[in-house]
């Protein structure tokens, strides 16, 4: 019995990906690890294994900073995880009704701007809110609430919940997508059966459409997990390095940078910077190993 032949042209086709992706994922990860494990002593690299990790953890000078970062980046996730997701899952389930009008308009001005650059919906939001030449107070002032606005960037205890309301105004229109896409895979016997048992409208949606787009709510959930751990892009565009007022919207990307190539009179560390950028890989991995083993958990059950 002759044996089967190796498919060599997989290998042609996928070598180009994989060259890429090693060189600009694979080999930065792991030199990003080896230098946690270095520190330099006397204008020089000397390997100290795992003190890195002891000082940020340890040390009230670093521990402080990364502990303060740890839970605004906790509360920026549960923000986009009780806000953005279930909004996206209701327009999903809004858009997804055949006898909308214009439900492609809607999709597309709901997704436009999570193409917008960071930077533009930063500033755009940053000249909305302010209190000196801003809309927002004109806007509440119309409807009779001018007594509720604020400056709510330059309040420590709004200024992160603010920003992360803004990422949930960009992204929302992700999982709305993808919920949406799930949606459209119920195959139509189905609703039609419950058609006949008299299951429509809100508790069709319930009962037999929301069971079968868990899995794409999962997927979402990961998503949004790995998204907002490695969040740094709109903290940085609109409150700068510094993630003011006194470090309240501080988060683990803002934090890495600051350490990692230093910001006005701090130098930078590349190697502090370093582990925690290793802090924060462990962190999403564990975090996703963990939900993962919850979903694997849950269908064997099912399949008892």
Request: charged share 10%; proline share 5%.
């Amino acid at each position: 019995m002759d044996r089967p032949r190796f498919r060599w042209h997989i290998v042609v086709f996928l070598a180009p990906a994989v060259l890429v992706y090693t060189a600009v994922m694979i080999f930065p990860l792991f030199n990003t690890l080896r230098l946690a494990l270095y520190s330099k002593i006397d204008q020089e690299r000397v390997f100290v294994g795992l003190e890195n990790f002891q000082r940020l953890f340890l040390d009230p000078i670093w521990s402080e900073q990364f502990w303060n970062a740890l839970g605004n980046n906790f509360w920026f996730f549960v923000v986009h995880m009780l806000v953005q997701n279930p909004i996206g899952v209701a327009l999903a389930a809004v858009l997804s009704h055949p006898r909308l009008r214009f439900a492609a308009l809607y999709r597309s001005a709901i997704f436009i701007p999570t193409i917008l650059s960071f930077v533009i919906v930063g500033f755009a939001w940053k000249l909305i809110l302010s209190p000196i030449w801003g809309i927002a107070p004109s806007m509440l002032d119309a409807v009779g609430l001018k007594a509720l606005f604020a400056p709510w960037l330059g309040k420590e205890e709004y200024a992160l919940t603010t920003l992360a309301l803004i990422s949930v105004w960009q992204y929302v229109g992700i999982p709305m997508m993808l919920i949406y896409a799930a949606l459209l895979t119920i195959p139509e016997e189905v609703l039609e059966a419950g058609e006949i048992d008299g299951v429509t409208g809100f508790s069709a949606f319930w009962k037999i459409k929301l069971p079968l787009i868990l899995p794409s709510i999962g997927i979402i959930s990961i998503l949004t997990f790995v998204g907002n751990f490695n969040a740094f892009d709109l903290i940085y565009s609109v409150q700068g390095a510094l993630a003011g007022p006194d470090f309240s919207t501080d988060i683990l990307g803002t934090f890495m940078y600051r350490t990692f190539f230093g910001f006005q009179l701090q130098l930078g560390d590349p190697h502090m910077g370093s582990a925690i950028a290793s802090a924060m890989f462990a962190i999403i991995l564990v975090g996703v190993c963990i939900y993962l083993f919850g979903i694997q958990t849950r269908m064997r059950r099912y399949q008892l």
